[in-house]
């Protein structure tokens, strides 16, 4: 049964589901579905598919993840950087508006559901980590940045093709002359109008004495409020004559049971794309649902979200949708809103189903523009300098790969963009590991503790170099610590021991073992001792398991303190030699 309810967290919280939580449940589904109505058309459009297939995506999906998620906040469905590298994905293989379009961008829904499923079954989520802050902070602010300058041309009223900074705006500039005034006034009302509702009219109202909840509510409604007066705005003043472009007519029907594409060629085109799609997708989740999780004390399984989340983009693709995954403003919406289980996304996935079948038919008149805006309003939230600031003081390297992902997917593209900063970051961390920090250390004077030479006051004997290593040692940084050994026993004739400090060590790779062998060999040649101290149990495992033990005549010490007096004792006179007898080996 234990095993059963971690594939299956709804039977670790279902038989304990109170009255109380139905409650919080359906009014935090009542606020995120008119947050997601609006959004879900929105990014529908962004990724070029059919207005209602961004409803279609935040159905199935949200029952998906209420069986198999572990988070009790998180709200599944399109968002604004997996649309956008849905558009450059499936642009590449298919033309917009066409059904080979459509079937691409649910075949890739398919794909991402497959990967993910894939990586939970291998237990893969680690390669996630490969997408570190600064590059993931980069990415979602220059996808942010190019999604908002995207949308100007249907505040504007015009058509521009391109899925790049220059091209976007060349096109913009190349075809202002066709500005439709009707447009741009109904977008920028409606961009203005969202800002203030999102900024300022929660505070308004609870200034006025509205309850908290209400007040919430009410400006959450704002994109729902924006849709209702430009529909109206629209038939009122016959705007489509005059050149306003609206969604024209949405079926309202259930979502339909669709079938992704198994043609080979396709899966092999989108395999990429939908592997990018999935570790970025995840990386965002989880830190959205650990965020979330930490502030009621609760926990979540990164292994099982992977599950989850696939099973999320499965269900979208079976139900003609696109690649899904948890939502940043929307999950926080549904928390502040009070939901206490995933049965608060199944309540949500129910109203947004009805407003599919019943209300589709209104928005028939609904301005693009007014999408546009609310695409704006929301990612430009996403945007953030001052993450770009901090990571230049503190980190150079940091802040380059952050700068290489924003300038590439401005400049280039979305999955350009997010390879170059895994690359750039991967290129930068081996670097830095190939120059690990190498210090000379000294015992601090009435203590056990032992310190680097340059930065504090401490005992040294010129017979015994305590050296220390900040770095697993492994094949790009072995030769670095042979380097540093070498040079500084060259200019010491008293010495006769070198101890290598590595509470730092996790690990010491094949290269690395045959240099401390190298190591050994040569200070011993010279009259050298040769040994280790502060070794971590695992590493001392895996050296007894080669045949390095069968021929190393130092001893391995449990601290630097013992090795500092061991070897100061065994040589009282300055004659020291080295010790190849009585070898005992302790880990720390």
Not at 99 to 109: G, P, Q, S, V
Not at 257 to 279: H, K, N, T, Y
Not at 302 to 316: H, R, V
């Amino acid at each position: 049964m234990k095993r059963l309810s971690s594939l299956f967290p709804i039977l670790g919280w279902a038989p304990a589901y109170t009255k109380a939580d139905a409650q919080s449940d359906l009014v935090a589904a009542v606020i995120v579905t008119i947050m997601l109505v609006p959004q879900s058309l929105a990014y529908a459009m962004l990724a070029g598919l059919p207005p209602q297939v961004g409803l279609y995506a935040s159905i199935l999906p949200l029952i998906a993840y209420a069986i198999f998620g572990t988070s009790r906040a998180l709200a599944v469905g399109p968002v604004a950087v997996v649309s956008l590298m849905t558009a450059a994905a499936v642009g590449q293989v298919a033309a917009p508006g066409s059904a080979e379009y459509l079937t691409a961008a649910i075949t890739l829904a398919f794909l991402s559901g497959i990967v993910l499923v894939a990586m939970s079954v291998l237990r893969l989520g680690f390669l996630a980590n490969f997408l570190s802050h600064p590059v993931i902070s980069g990415f979602i602010t220059a996808s942010g940045l190019l999604i908002a300058i995207s949308q100007l041309q249907h505040i504007l009223g015009i058509r521009v093709e391109g899925d790049s900074l220059l091209r976007i705006l060349g096109g913009i500039y190349a075809k202002l002359d066709g500005l439709n005034p009707f447009t741009l006034a109904i977008g920028m009302t409606a961009t203005a109008f969202l800002f203030w509702t999102r900024k300022q009219l929660k505070p308004l109202l609870l200034a006025r004495g509205l309850p908290a909840r209400a007040a919430d509510l009410i400006a959450k409604s704002g994109p729902v409020a924006a849709i209702v007066l430009s529909i109206l705005a629209v038939v009122g003043f016959g705007l489509v004559d005059k050149g306003v472009r609206i969604v024209g007519d949405i079926p309202g029907h259930l979502p339909p049971f669709a079938v992704p594409s198994f043609d080979l060629g396709l899966w092999q085109e989108l395999l990429l794309p939908a592997v990018l799609i999935s570790l970025v997708g995840f990386v965002e989740s989880v830190s959205v649902a650990q965020t979330l999780a930490a502030k009621r004390r609760q926990r979540i399984v990164p292994n099982q979200e992977l599950t989850a989340l696939g099973a999320s983009n499965i269900a979208s693709a079976l139900s003609g949708g696109y690649p899904v995954t948890g939502g940043f403003a929307r999950s926080v919406v549904n928390f502040d809103a009070g939901a206490e289980t995933p049965l608060a996304g199944a309540f949500t996935a129910a109203g947004i189903l009805a407003a599919t079948v019943f209300l589709t038919p209104l928005f028939q008149f609904l301005p693009q523009a007014v999408l546009a805006a609310t695409i704006i309003v929301a990612v430009l939230s996403l945007v953030d300098i001052a993450a770009i600031r901090r990571t230049w003081a503190y980190s150079k390297a940091d802040f380059a790969a952050m700068a290489v992902t924003i300038l590439t997917v401005l400049l280039v593209g979305v999955e350009a963009g997010i390879t170059a900063g895994v690359s750039l970051s991967l290129a930068l961390f081996l670097w830095r590991t190939s120059r690990p920090h190498i210090a000379i250390v000294g015992q601090v004077p009435g203590t056990e503790h032992f310190r680097n030479i340059d930065r504090h006051d401490v005992i040294t004997d010129p017979r015994i170099l305590s050296i220390r290593v900040d770095e697993s040692l492994y094949f790009a940084n072995a030769r670095a610590l042979e380097d540093a050994i070498y040079d500084h026993i060259a200019d010491q004739p008293l010495l006769r021991n070198v101890v290598l400090m590595c509470p730092a060590v996790n690990a010491i790779d094949a290269s690395a073992l045959e240099s401390l062998e190298a190591i050994a060999h040569r200070l011993g040649s010279a009259g050298i001792g040769f040994h280790l101290s502060e070794v971590k149990g695992p590493v001392t495992d895996a050296l007894m398991r080669s045949d390095f033990m069968d021929h190393f005549k130092g001893r391995i010490f449990l601290s630097q303190y013992e090795a500092f007096t061991t070897l100061t004792a065994a040589a009282p006179n300055g004659t020291m030699t080295p010790t190849g007898s009585g070898m005992r080996v302790e880990t720390a």
